[in-house]
């Protein structure tokens, strides 16, 4: 393969010192990277392959093309079941073993890499699915953004608050489609509530319960905080398996010594690549509650948190967190199975239960008299055709996502915390702040 020099890093705003191909390596300075990019800058546009029609390219009415990034667990169900309709044309993974299990899967025809980067170079492909570790999703989404890819990203969107606004800036910037892979405000019954979310949308709509609401979200109403994705407070150094680039799994994250509990199947559990229980289930329980609230484009302005002292490198467990919006409106994690709030949804006038039961008189005949809540793009293939935002997109993820990271940010700091949510910062919290937008380990940033 030619050399090459990759200019949607440059587009992202990603600096990568050392860009490898094959056996050969060009080592370019940030000023000449950045000095050539902004010289074409003026001519360079992206332009969707499936938008063409031509250049030899199948037309999207035929065939879109996918790759996915991250083969391990979670990203071999995007091989198996997810995104179905567009055409597998590339895998990518830094441990040469879940490689061959995928492999495996798809059989011959798919091309294999080992940094996703050069999957990103690839014209052919139109959408990326991001199934790697969190702490992977901003600057993957951001590079893919840039590099005029549609993108189809892992839950929770994002590790921290400031990767969100620069996945935001990115999509909006290259015009790209976005999805997360959670799927419950638009389809599915909700875990333990027992009907899909459309009806508790509409029942919040209809004013019968009041204004504002407290959700509950816990054991009591139907949702497993999964407090087993605990990390271990004393890894010792192990010999980093021939088969794992630990280097680029580890990517932006501090550099930890190695431990098999960090990667794989338990990375939840420690912050630099995840939130426990919260980030791995945050999105599915939260996204759903937000819009039903009608909060996608805003956030709490407080954070109150109930927990044990956690640990500054593992994750633990918590007994509550609750966040309140300006009006009023409370979502409450319960994380110790407790609450008193046994309702899902309370408000002034009534409640809703598991199983859209309420105390309400007559309940269910005065909900008929209510329209459904306005339909949405659920199919992401027809979105991408299309170039219409997702049901659950950049966007109302962002919003989603800052509910999970809120609630990270005031355990590890083990206080209560307010928050602006127009600028997205805490309010007289330094160190808060800090939390917001982590610096990622070199030469890695977006």
């Not at 966007?395 to 083990?414: D, F, P, Q, V």
């Amino acid at each position: 393969m030619q050399e090459k020099f990759l200019l949607f890093t440059a587009a992202a705003n990603c600096h990568y010192s050392t860009l490898t191909y094959s056996n050969k390596t060009t080592m370019v300075s940030r000023r000449s990277f950045l000095k050539t990019f902004f010289a074409a800058a003026g001519a360079f546009t992206i332009v969707p392959r499936h938008v063409l029609g031509g250049n030899g390219y199948t037309p999207p009415s035929d065939q879109i093309t996918k790759a996915v990034i991250g083969v391990g667990g979670m990203g071999r169900e995007h091989l198996r079941n997810i995104n179905p309709g567009a055409r597998l044309l590339a895998i990518c993974d830094v441990d040469t073993l879940h490689l061959q299990k995928a492999l495996e899967m798809v059989g011959e025809g798919v091309d294999t890499y080992r940094d996703f980067r050069a999957v990103l170079d690839r014209p052919d492909i139109d959408i990326v699915h991001i199934a790697t570790p969190p702490h992977w999703h901003g600057l993957m989404s951001v590079a893919a953004a840039a590099a005029g890819k549609d993108i189809w990203c892992e839950k929770p969107m994002t590790r921290t608050i400031a990767e969100g606004q620069k996945v935001v800036a990115a999509v909006e910037r290259y015009s790209r489609i976005f999805r997360i892979n959670t799927w419950f405000r638009f389809r599915s019954n909700f875990y333990g509530f027992g009907t899909p979310v459309k009806q508790i949308k509409k029942v919040v709509e209809s004013g019968l319960l009041g204004w504002p609401l407290t959700v509950t979200v816990g054991a009591t109403t139907g949702f497993n905080w999964k407090f087993y994705w605990r990390g271990k407070t004393h890894l010792p150094p192990e010999w980093i398996p021939e088969n794992l680039d630990y280097d680029m799994w580890l990517g932006p994250a501090p550099f930890k010594a190695y431990n098999n509990h960090r990667v794989h199947g338990t990375f939840r559990g420690y912050w630099d690549y995840d939130g426990g229980g919260l980030g791995d289930m945050g999105q599915h329980y939260l996204d759903p509650v937000q819009y039903i609230l009608g909060k996608d484009d805003t956030s709490p302005t407080h954070v109150e948190v109930d927990a044990p002292q956690q640990h500054y490198d593992a994750a633990g467990t918590w007994r509550q967190i609750r966040m309140t919006y300006k009006d009023g409106c409370k979502i409450v994690l319960d994380g110790a199975g407790d609450a008193d709030e046994t309702a899902y949804i309370r408000g002034p006038k009534g409640s809703l239960y598991p199983g859209l039961k309420s105390d309400i008189p007559n309940f269910a005949e005065k909900l008929k008299a209510f329209p459904d809540p306005a339909p949405q793009v659920t199919d992401f293939i027809t979105a991408v055709k299309t170039r219409q935002k997702f049901a659950l997109n950049e966007m109302n993820g962002h919003r989603s996502t800052t509910l999970i990271n809120l609630g990270k940010i005031a355990l590890r700091l083990g206080r209560n915390l307010r928050f602006d949510p127009l600028k997205q910062r805490f309010i007289d919290d330094e160190a808060a702040n800090r939390l917001v937008d982590q610096p990622m380990r070199a030469p890695w940033y977006i």
